[in-house]
């Protein structure tokens, strides 16, 4: 086993998944880009290594058993351990026809959503535990979003999207208390409003800023914060 450190990156084929893979990757992290497109991740993963960051690509869709099993076993073959867990990868759900409007909301959109922003992300956790226990000071980074915070109520009425952050960031306090006798450290993350396809590009922020936080936390050092919220300026109100 090599002391090269590895990361993998959910959804890291775009936006700010491949903002953190191209952030770790440049701390020196070797990257693995989780994602469900072929050809999406095999592009990301050329554009990494022309930036001069070791990268390789890892067919990964969260709401699938059988495709996160057979991502963990890539990641065995290939690093042999996991240093780094950041589950980016999410959805917001449809929103026409008053789908996520909570008075006529779409019950399959609210299933839809959980499926890959909260029961993805255990999905992948536990398929990849095993792994980060293998290294000296493993790291999971949640993706969450202050619209999941009932103190804050941030953003537009989405009631699939922004309570299936709420329900991360609990899971998240979950992992964190399980696991506080451990080497492994559980945070979760909001990156801010970024201008991405998820947004619309609405969003006033960076790729590059909205990494910032989950670069930070997948490297924190081994007596650094457990189960909390985050954002740039700090702690986030849950």
């Known amino acids: 086993m090599n002391n090269t450190k590895t990361a993998l990156v959910t959804g890291a084929n775009k ?29 990301a993963v050329e554009r990494l290594r022309a930036a001069d960051i070791d990268a390789f690509g890892v067919a990964l869709d969260v709401t699938s058993d059988d ?12 690093a042999g351990r996991l240093d780094v867990l950041v589950n980016n990868a999410g959805i917001g759900g449809r929103t026409d026809g008053g789908a996520q409007d909570p008075t006529t909301l779409d019950l ?14 255990v999905r992948v956790t536990n398929a990849m535990l095993p792994l980060l226990r293998r290294a000296s000071s493993p790291r999971i980074v949640n993706m969450s979003s202050n619209m999941g915070s009932l103190t804050l109520q941030t ?6 999207y922004a309570p299936s952050k709420s329900m991360l960031n609990s899971v998240t306090v ?32 960076t790729p590059e800023q909205g990494a910032a936080i989950a670069v ?13 919220f985050f954002d740039d300026a700090g702690v986030v109100p849950w």
């Not at 495709?67 to 290939?78: F, G, P, W």
Request: aromatic share 6%; charged share 20%; glycine share 14%.
């Open 67 to 78: 495709s996160v099993a057979a991502a963990a076993e890539a990641i065995e073959r290939t």
């Open 108 to 121: 399959d959109v609210v299933r839809t959503v959980l499926e890959t922003n909260v029961l993805g992300v």
């Open 15 to 43: 936006g700010i998944g491949f903002a953190i893979a191209q952030g770790l990757g440049a701390m020196g992290f070797t990257v693995a880009v989780g994602a469900r497109d072929d050809v999406r991740r095999k592009e």
């Open 216 to 228: 930070r936390l997948a490297t924190l050092p081994d007596d650094g914060p457990r189960g909390g």
């Open 174 to 205: 979950q992992y964190a208390r399980r696991l506080a006798d451990t080497a492994v450290i559980v945070n979760a993350a909001c990156p801010g409003y970024v201008a991405t396809d998820f947004t619309g590009f609405g969003g006033s922020r």
């Open 155 to 160: 953003g537009p009425v989405l009631t699939a």
